[in-house]
């Protein structure tokens, strides 16, 4: 642990926790990207008699105690788990108390928030545009890809943006799924509040509050140029 | 069969689209008010919606045929379409839109990526972004890349209707040009009939999702039933009468143009089309006065003998007069009910007809 408040470096449990945090903050975006980017979409394209319901399931991780999250998650991937016993019997990868499930349970907090920025973009194309790009001579798949997808890059980066901020950000799903580890699954939230358990961990705590800190506007300022970037790309330079 | 040939139903609600119909090259303009389901064909046409039956051909060629399940897709029927708002994709510039069909697409081209841009004058354009054109530039770019994706037939939807007039008539000669220099049949849908009697070779007209009336333009859309059809029962409508003249001389010091019209003549406005080519004109009721006898010392060039063939009142104190000319000729005269009195007209009267020369703008 660190000397004081501002002393320089990070002592290793700070380093492992900022790399824990960033890591499962990282993956869980990765993977659930793709599959915010469908789910956007069938939301905003499609419609069809179970529309409200998958939005609702989508949405679900916004509106419940992170706790009854997690607690789900256990009861679903935990080692007897209803998914996670058969994952771990036929494919031997398991996301109890490891990184993994910290990533998942962490990549389901911010889904809601992906999809609805992702959404909001798709909503905002014209679907004629792709109309336009059949008649050209591009098939329905390069159509998405060549009209659709790029015109909703900054919604894809929004979206990517927040889900990871959220995630990095989760507490209550993650300590309920896969507990208090350190090293496997203490993110920065988890390790500041055992800092805070502890009877001299205030300076502690105090570290982790102002690397979290650090970590936020690091996030926000990449998500402004970004952004930006693609809108540049996309409208052409003024 | 050469050309398009459309058999094809679709049933939407309360809404049922059933038309059959020949396009053989040249401009077939689809005209009827809106709603009529003019969009709707053409959508089935490009294969961007689909038809409940639909029995579609072009040269040959089997784009939907119900019966044998076919139906082939947008991007193989090397259709161009022309939307009404250009759509244009916002994230390429004006020269990546102009190619993104011939990147998909090595179809041979009719006119070369040059000539396309030098006939619509997109050359100051190519770097831009969409959001940086006008809107008749705009719809041009959207015209340069329907050609340039090779396609067989082009299907243009209302281009100029979200155009103010004076950017509609700054394009309307591309589009003549397009005609005269492609060999490809275009159905040119508007609701607009300045525009039909100006661009199409021949006139289909929609209503209520079924083929009202088709055939040469002047005829058809000369009937008052078809007239009545495409703008409504409203007395505010304008009546106009086509009429076709042959181009006799032109005065380019003068800056007039003269054209026969059965044994009379008629000047306008000095207009490009060569010596001996036929033009047709829509002249508008509101354009046309009355004199029972040849006025003498007048500005208006034209003053032809006609006949009074047709007396309607309409409200607000107006009247409509039907008048032939010589060589079976027609005109529409709209005057006000006290000059009617004032000048006792009734059928069979023989009367001057007066035109400004202003009021005719050349159609083809």
Do not use: C
């Amino acid at each position: 642990m660190g000397d004081g408040l501002f002393s320089s470096g990070l002592s290793a449990g700070e380093a492992q926790a900022l790399w824990l945090s960033l890591k499962t903050g990282l993956v869980g975006t990765a993977f659930s990207l793709p599959i915010g980017i469908a789910i956007a979409w069938v939301l905003a394209r499609s419609n069809f008699r179970g529309k409200i319901f998958l939005d609702g399931l989508v949405h679900l991780p916004l509106v419940l105690p992170p706790v009854v999250t997690g607690y789900v998650l256990l009861l679903l991937f935990g080692h007897n788990g209803a998914i996670g016993h058969w994952l771990e019997a036929h494919t031997g990868f398991s996301f109890a108390f490891n990184w993994k499930g910290a990533a998942l349970a962490s990549a389901i907090m911010g889904f809601p928030l992906m999809v609805r920025a992702i959404r909001l973009s798709f909503e905002a194309v014209d679907p004629r545009l792709e109309a336009a790009a059949r008649t050209l001579g591009a098939s329905a798949t390069n159509s998405f890809l060549s009209v659709t997808l790029p015109l909703i890059t900054p919604g894809i980066i929004a979206g990517s943006l927040l889900g990871f901020a959220r995630a990095i950000g989760e507490f209550g799903a993650t300590i309920t799924f896969v507990a208090n580890i350190p090293g496997e699954t203490q993110t920065l939230p988890i390790a500041l509040y055992s800092a805070l358990q502890s009877p001299d961990g205030e300076i502690n705590a105090m570290r982790f509050v102002l690397l979290s800190l650090a970590l936020a506007a690091v996030a926000l300022i990449a998500s402004e140029v970004l952004a930006r970037g693609a809108q540049t790309r996309i409208r052409g330079r003024i | 069969m050469s050309g398009l040939s459309i058999n094809v139903q679709r049933r939407i609600g309360n809404f049922a689209l059933d038309v059959r119909l020949l396009a053989p090259r040249g401009v077939t303009g689809i005209i009827g008010p809106s709603g009529a389901g003019k969009s709707m064909l053409l959508q089935l046409i490009a294969g961007l919606q689909r038809p409940d039956h639909a029995h579609i051909t072009f040269d040959d060629q089997v784009l939907n045929d119900s019966a044998k399940r076919i139906s082939l897709p947008p991007e193989r029927r090397r259709i161009g379409y022309v939307f009404q708002d250009a759509l244009l994709f916002p994230h390429l510039s004006v020269a990546q839109n102009l190619d993104y069909g011939a990147k998909r697409r090595d179809a041979s081209l009719t006119v070369s990526r040059d000539e396309v841009i030098a006939l619509l004058g997109l050359d100051a354009l190519l770097a831009r972004r969409p959001h940086h054109l006008s809107g008749g530039e705009a719809q041009r770019v959207s015209i340069g890349r329907a050609l340039l994706s090779g396609p067989r037939l082009l299907l243009m939807d209302e281009p100029l209707s979200g155009l103010d007039p004076r950017r509609r008539a700054g394009i309307m000669p591309f589009i003549e040009v397009l005609n005269r220099r492609l060999d490809l049949p275009i159905l040119y849908v508007s609701h607009n009939i300045d525009e039909i009697t100006r661009l199409a070779d021949r006139v289909v007209v929609l209503h209520q999702g079924s083929v009202a009336a088709s055939g040469d333009v002047a005829a058809v859309l000369n009937r008052p039933e078809i007239q009545r059809l495409i703008l409504g029962d409203s007395d505010d409508t304008d009546p106009a009468a086509i009429i076709e003249a042959r181009v006799e001389a032109h005065d380019e010091a003068a800056y007039v143009t003269t054209l026969v019209l059965g044994a009379d003549r008629i000047s306008l406005p000095l207009v490009s089309d060569a010596v001996g080519s036929i033009v047709r004109l829509r002249v508008h009721a509101r354009d046309v006065a009355i004199a029972t006898e040849r006025p003498q010392g007048i500005s208006i060039q034209n003053i032809l003998e006609a006949t009074i063939t047709e007396i309607a009142p309409t409200q607000k104190g107006q009247v409509d007069l039907t008048l032939s000319l010589t060589g079976a000729h027609m005109l529409k005269a709209r005057i006000t009910k006290r000059a009617h009195d004032a000048l006792v007209l009734a059928p069979d009267r023989k009367v001057w007809v007066l035109i400004k020369s202003v009021a005719l703008v050349s159609t083809s």
